[in-house]
């Protein structure tokens, strides 16, 4: 989503769900979220519509309208609240329309796995299954092919996952599977790991060590990268021994390589210069 008024309309429309959702309880999240993603693939499949939806040249008043007419009696109050907001936005592209309301739904989900404590679990589980398609060339190949059919890719999400992880974790990885929003499913994973991330208020740091860290190290990294970037970071440590020593750093684009291989490669790179 690279337009600024498709963001801001996200934003609004991701406060609007939070507002909505404050007096609802784990079931009442449950039933939202399961909603607002059933809209988010109804949209999906159905182009004029979600073109009708988005479409400047009709009043928001106008637009709000339809989507009543369309979805009252068939998702509840909350989420047809949250549904009419949205389509009052102002979106660059009917696409972006979708996939808001796609991401809303995902709040819900998180703001329900807050409720229940389970919020932790479910980033830390999103990450290492990203890092295990990461690490399977061919699972990568298969889940990142952009001909593969929806269905039948999470039907592999279920055959990896099902019994094997948290049911909300199971349920996102499915959603994604079956509608990527013409990017990567790898891309979409990580998404989903800072979308649980920012939930907390948090940056999601990825630190490579030669070595497993202690439970002491990893407090005290922690802490440092929190002074570095004013909020709570969420460390996710993968051990990868070819970096020899130290430890390497990515929160977002940015990198800090404190590791033996980074100085070395930066010395050849100097010595080369």
């Known amino acids: 989503m690279q337009h600024i008024a498709s963001r801001e309309s996200l934003i609004a429309t991701n406060n609007k769900l939070l507002e909505v959702a404050e007096s609802l309880n784990g079931i009442g999240l449950a039933a939202i979220g399961t909603q607002l993603e059933s ?4 949209l999906l499949r159905e182009v ?3 073109r009708t939806l988005s479409e400047n040249t009709l009043s928001a008043d106008t637009r709000a309208s339809i989507a009543n007419r369309l979805l009252a009696g068939k998702i509840g109050d909350e989420a047809l609240a949250v549904i009419g907001f949205a389509v009052q936005q102002h979106w660059s592209s009917s696409r972006d329309l979708q996939e808001a309301i ?7 989900m998180f703001r329900r796995a807050e409720r229940t404590g389970d919020l932790d679990e479910v980033e830390d589980q999103l990450f290492r299954f990203a890092r295990i398609v990461d690490g399977s060339p061919d699972l990568s190949v298969i889940l990142d092919d952009p001909t593969a059919d929806p269905v039948a890719r999470a039907s592999l999400i279920q ?15 499915d959603a994604l599977a079956r509608d990527t929003h013409g990017r990567s499913f790898t891309h979409g994973v990580r998404e989903l790991v800072d979308q649980a991330a920012q939930r907390q208020d948090k940056v ?28 709570r970071v969420s460390v996710h440590i993968e051990v990868v021994p070819e970096i020899i020593g130290g430890i390497s750093v990515q929160v977002g684009d940015e990198v800090i390589d404190g590791s033996v291989a980074g100085r070395l490669e930066a010395l050849k790179r100097r ?3």
Do not use: C, F, N, W
């Open 271 to 273: 010595m080369a210069g």
């Open 48 to 50: 004029p519509l979600r």
């Open 159 to 173: 055959r990896l996952l099902g019994g094997r992880a948290h049911t909300l974790v199971i349920e996102l990885l």
């Open 39 to 42: 809209v988010a693939d109804l």
């Open 102 to 108: 796609r991401r809303v739904s995902r709040t819900a």
């Open 204 to 231: 999601v740091a990825i630190v490579k060590s030669a070595v497993p860290l202690s439970p002491e190290q990893t407090e005290r990294l922690v802490g440092s990268l929190s002074k570095i970037y004013s909020r």
